[in-house]
């Protein structure tokens, strides 16, 4: 199993920035397609991005579209996410999470997902 610990979070005002990284350790990330969830009202996980093993295919959710970008250094064992243009309704515990290739090359359902971090606060005041 790999273990999954997120950092970057922080307090940022609206239009700014953050950069989230999520360090792998177990297991070489390669094995994985990554994704980042946040909380949101009725729902327990919402898709925010996730990428597939070797970074040649990312998704990113509607709301998040041009402001944040998905992307992995597999030699690093770390995934990142960068967010700009940062909005108060981004505000959220960012949770990363990693499933084996061998079950899904790339998802945006929380359930296909087997590990997951802790989370990193993002807090994005007004």
């Known amino acids: 199993q790999v273990q999954l610990v997120e950092s970057g979070g922080g307090l940022v005002q609206a239009g700014g920035s953050l950069r989230l990284s999520c360090a792998a350790s177990g297991r070489t990330l390669r094995q994985y397609a990554m994704g980042w969830f946040r909380p ?3 729902k ?27 992307s992995r250094d597999n030699a690093k064992n770390t995934v990142y996410l960068q967010m700009n243009s940062l909005k108060p309704e981004d ?10 290739k061998l ?8 359930t296909d997902f087997g590990s997951w971090g802790q989370g990193t606060q ?5």
Do not use: M
Not at 44 to 54: D, K, L
Not at 103 to 110: A, K, V
């Open 91 to 100: 505000t959220a515990v960012y949770y990363c999470a990693a499933v084996l």
């Open 122 to 126: 993002v807090t994005v005041s007004s």
């Open 40 to 42: 949101a009202p009725a």
């Open 44 to 70: 327990e996980r919402e898709f925010v991005a996730a990428i597939q093993w070797s970074g040649s295919i990312t998704s990113h959710a509607d709301s998040v579209k041009g402001r944040f970008t998905i």
């Open 103 to 110: 079950y899904s090359n790339i998802s945006e359902s929380d």
